[in-house]
Structure formats: C-alpha cells, structure tokens
C-alpha cells in the first residue's frame, strides 16, 4: 500500500520526508528520492530540494522501487533536476557531447533521451553549458531551455569551479598560481606559448601526498581546453594516466582527474546552489596506499 501526505506549509523535499512520522533517516530518505519511490502531484521526477507548496501530495510507495538505469547503465548519475537546470556526475570515458565519431554515447544524448522520456515529449530537455574532457569525471551542468543556457554562459565566470588530481611527484609548493597562455596545435594537442594564445589562470593547493603522488584540489579562474592537463604537466607533474601530456604512470587505466564542486546562483531564483562530489574509489586508493577511504563515491 502506498503512504500519501498533504503538505502544510511550504518547504523543500527532503526535510519535508525526514520529518515525516515514519522514522526515516536522512540517508534512507535521499535512497527513496534517489530510486523514484517518491513522486509530488503523481510526478516521479524530483530531487531533495523540490519546493512543496501547501496542498500538494506527496505519495511514498510501500513496494520496492525498480531503479531506473537508463542513465545509470552508462555511469551517469543525476545529482540535481529541476525545470531551469541538471547537474550530473559524469563518468570517465563518456564524452560530455557528439563528435565526428560518436554521436550516440555521449553524456548530452544519455541524459536528453532519458528525460525526454519522463516527460513523454519529443522536445528537447537540455542544452550545453559547458564541457568536461571525455576521460575526466565528475559533476557537469546543463541547463533546461535556451534562455538559461545562455544566463549561465554569460555567467560562467562567476561559478566556482573546483577539481581533483591526483599528481606524480611531490609539489615544492604547497598552493599557488599557474598562469600560461594555451594554443591548440594542428594535432589538437594544447601547448604553453610565449606569445598568443590564451589565458589561462589555476589556483592550487595540496591537500595530501603518498609517496611519490600528490592530491591536489584545484580552481578555474579561466576555462580553456586541457589547461588543468597542461598546466600540472608543464610545472613537471603531469596527473597520473595522462600519457596525451607526459605521465610516466597510468596505474587504474584513467586519467586522475574529478570535477569535485560546482557553486553558483540559481539561473532562476538566484539561491545559492553548491554540489560537492568526492574522488572516486580508484583515485582515491592511489593516494591512500592502495586502499579506497570511502565505500563509494557520493555527490550532493
């Protein structure tokens, strides 16, 4: 039997559910969200902020969910949803978007078809806002119309951007600055160039080292192709499994590099919104001799 309940006042999902008679804890209550046992107004399609307004309902079913794994059977996961924006922790190996040789499997085609299913519509449900290298995880954003795509991209400055990687070799410094100018060659390789080119500025710092690697939390002042890539391996440490640009390791068959925290205003209501993703297990256990800290890698 399904547990149906009337909102009272208004709030937000997940604090409306743990304060629900029923016992749930905060964990438990973020599974149920997560594996779409819990929909507002008969809409499956929520996340943990979704505001309620008094007189909705909201219905929490009593049999065991079946998971869907459209996204998640390419590793994709969805973190946040809602009717402006959609951020996801993208997977290594999947392309952000289609290139000439694939159009398919891409993390924009995954997550445009899914949605376009949920909403039984053959428009289209999300727009590039910007991009992640195919072989690097983490969080990603899209937006859901032109009109916020373009807000954000105007705004792409102001978002915080931050990054892990893991290193080889032990940094002299424990934090600081890169700033070089980036040019594409004709073999699409990214150099440093003395003249020309672009601008590009990254704020370092170490948060841990384990033998012969370091753990490194980065931020993006500017955006350009590869420069995290370039950057490390131009100071002389170049992120593990990057053999593009110079890595003698490649330990875990992927490059050691995350997308780890995105913060910035709501598009639309102008709420500060921030998403945390921590390393994943693999990355994790090359800095922890051999041994992953977490279970599983978690966003939020």
Known sequence: MD????????????????????GLSRKRAKELIRFRAVTIQANAMVSHDTPLEPGYVVTIT??????????????LKIVHLDDAIVVIDKPSGLLSMGSEREKEKTAYRILNDHLKGHAKSPRQQVFIVHRLDRETSGLMMFARTESVRTALQRNWQTVTKRYLAVVEGVLANPKGTLRDRLAEDQSLKVHRVDKGGELAITHYRVLRTHRDKSLLELELETGRKNQIRVQLAALGHPIVGDRKYGARTDPVRRLALHSSELRFRHPVSGAPMEFRCALPDRLEALISGGRSRVRDHQCD
């Open 3 to 22: 547990l149906q309940f009337r909102v009272a006042s208004r709030c937000e999902l997940l604090p409306y559910l743990i304060g629900l008679p029923l």
């Open 62 to 75: 009593s049999r065991r969910p079946a998971r869907d794994l459209g996204p998640e059977r390419h590793g």
